[in-house]
């Protein structure tokens, strides 16, 4: 379906977040969403992307802050949503004034709420008939059998769809991954595999507990959410197998 900022922008949760800038862009139409939290992500995004970010990797950078808005409206970008954790006062004036001059539209994510939540209530919109899918493929995940994989169904999902709901969730980790050689996004898969428990997590991987505990803050630092919550952690779940069958 077509689903314009404006629209979005009145969703639970996301009519929780303020317009500040780029009012006159809100009627742009939003074809997927993806977070950013690594540099190299730009060259992931394209034409009707809604960009949403903590803000860590801009902290006291305020020329790369207005560079952003430049490089998304050129590519054509359906907005840019961040958080004000790193923000306390306000964002730069070159950055609202940049926003206000291309009708790119930026907005404020309140501190509590979740990236991951609000992308997932962008592409609940835009995928409306993957909805249903996800709830039988949370179904199908907790009473799978041993000759049934929840894959033999995902494999079924066009690639394109696969890629822009794990990348919505996983991007930042990829990145991370990619740049600095860590292994968060296997550090996640198995922590989650374990039930999030430390110390299976560990055993499993090879690796001190503490190294667990690190990169597990580092990951939640990074997508923006706790992982205490079940629902997330499926969603975390799923984008990961979606990841892995996406490179065959």
Known sequence: MKLSLEEALTLPPLHQCKMIAGTQGLSRTIISVNSFDAPDVMRWLKTGDLVLTTGYIFFNNEQALTSLVYDLAERNCAGLGIKTAH??????????????????????????????????????????????????????????????SIYSVLKHIPKEILKDYYSAFLSPLISHDQENHTELLNTLEVYLNCGAKTTEAAQTI???????????????????????????????QLAIKMFHLNKY
Do not use: C, W, Y
Not at 113 to 140: F, G, Y
């Open 87 to 148: 923000f306390p006062n306000s964002l730069p004036q070159d950055m609202i004034l940049a926003a206000n001059r291309l009708a790119f539209p930026i907005f404020l994510i309140p501190n509590e709420l979740s990236i991951a939540d609000l992308i997932q209530t962008v592409l609940r919109e835009l995928l409306t008939p993957q909805t249903k899918t996800e709830t039988n493929l949370q179904n199908i995940a907790v009473n799978e059998s041993p000759d049934f």
């Open 206 to 236: 090879g690796v001190h507990r503490n190294t667990i505990h690190q990169r597990i803050s580092k990951i939640k630092e990074l997508l923006g959410t706790d992982l205490n919550n079940g629902k997330t952690n499926f969603k975390l």
